[in-house]
């Protein structure tokens, strides 16, 4: 039983207790094993979601799962692209603070210069 769709690597890492595949392509060739069952099948492989590398596989034991809610057009980014997204998105901040403090230096100068004339 699968917490969720899963890919076929991480349901390998996942399994390691139960049973040691040595392959992923042994875990693809259980996985269709369970989904060709003459029976019923007991797991299904999702349509590649867009932005993700690979399909997921879910397990169909209480029912058909819910197909994911995005929103048309939306591509979720993995954690580590949003951590760099947001630490350029700081050092873009800090550039222009540094532009803005540089600006405000340059006219504090220019004050001064004009002050200091006064006195010469």
Known sequence: MLRGPQTVGEIRGRSSRLFEFTELSEVEETLLGLEEREDGSLVEQLPRQPGRKESRFAHLLAGAP????????????????????AENERIAQL?????????????????????????E
Do not use: H, I, Y
């Open 66 to 85: 819910e197909p994911p809610e995005e929103e048309e057009g939306e591509v979720r980014l993995e954690p580590a692209a949003l951590e760099v997204r």
């Open 95 to 119: 550039e222009e603070e540094v532009e803005s403090l540089r600006r405000e230096l340059e006219d504090l100068r220019a004050q001064f210069a004009e002050f200091r004339s006064q006195f």
